[in-house]
């Protein structure tokens, strides 16, 4: 029998879903949960796995050997990506947005070691990655080569994405996600899940962010959503004393590991939101821990 990619992989599914202890004001009102996708794989986790699951498995059963895809310094997507292909004997071609050839971050020193080849690119150029012109430029380049899209967030991704909502055994009120390239608010939509669903924008993005979204949906989704925009703490990968105050203590009372660029500033969000009354009394509440605690 032939294993599946998840077995290949090591892949752990579904997530648990735990109750989320904390003492934060106003947290008592509620019945706060968390998906803890941050288990599905030491370093394949979260978000990054559900996005890759259905472009991987595609590329496995039609005999892919490159994989092109884009990302930051510090890009979970590009980690997560670039370990799976070692493991299934892809080669990946990283486009990377800025120079860190003489200051290579932890994410980067990992790719390098696991044979990925990088690029680096300046800011302008890779500004064009979606761009036809940009994109025939590379695939001319690496003729073989399967593109994934930054964040792997494309509309094969929302199935995977989707998955997070078959394994819930409960309903819950609302929902709460970060939200970075957009796939996961999307594929959390397509589910049409009965919850209402709350996106926390970690970087500048207002109108950017909501378009990343839709532009990925397909027509006929009335699911209710949203992404708020002032948790985002200076932008992407921007962090303050205040956050990083927030993820240590975090860390501590729960014993969840969190991290300043994704999960840190939803839960951040969160515990924010709660303060203000934003959820009635009652309410059930799941934050979706994405994964990706190297930064």
């Known amino acids: 029998m032939t294993a599946t990619i998840e077995q290949q992989l090591n892949i752990v599914t579904p997530s648990p879903v735990q109750r989320l202890k904390v003492n934060w004001p106003g947290s008592e009102k509620l019945r ?19 996005k890759l699951k259905y472009a991987l498995s595609g590329a ?13 310094g510090h890009s979970n997507h590009l980690h997560a990506l670039s370990y799976a292909c070692m493991e299934l004997d892809i080669r990946l071609i990283a486009l990377v947005r800025g120079d860190y050839s003489e200051h290579p971050t932890a994410t980067l020193k990992d790719l ?6 990088i690029h680096f690119l300046d800011k302008k150029t890779y500004a064009r990655r979606t761009e036809p012109d940009f994109i025939r430029q590379w695939q001319s380049a690496y003729p073989q080569a399967l593109i994934i899209p ?19 055994t409960e309903e819950f009120d609302a929902i709460v996600t970060p939200v970075g390239s957009g796939g996961t608010l999307a594929g959390l939509i397509t589910a049409q899940p009965l919850s209402t669903l709350i996106g926390i924008g970690v970087l500048k993005g207002e109108g950017y962010l909501e378009r990343l979204v839709t532009d990925l949906l397909p027509g006929g989704i009335l699911t209710p959503w949203q992404i708020l925009h002032r948790f985002h703490c200076g932008g992407y990968a921007k962090v303050s004393a205040e956050l990083t105050t927030f993820c240590q203590d975090f860390n501590r009372q729960t014993g969840i ?26 309410s059930r509440i799941l934050a979706l821990h994405t994964g990706g605690l190297r930064t």
């Open 32 to 50: 706060l949960f968390i998906k803890r996708d941050d288990l599905i794989h030491p370093v394949i986790s979260g978000n990054k796995w559900r």
């Open 60 to 72: 496995i059963d039609n005999g892919v050997t490159e994989i092109i895809s884009f990302g930051g």
């Open 112 to 117: 390098q070691s696991w044979a990925t080849q």
């Open 150 to 168: 930054e964040g792997g967030s494309q509309k094969q991704a929302l199935a995977g994405v989707g998955e997070i909502y078959t394994e819930l």
């Open 257 to 282: 590991n969190i991290e300043p660029v994704y999960s840190g500033k939803l839960f951040f969000a969160l515990q924010q939101l709660i303060a203000g009354d934003y959820f009635s009394p009652g």
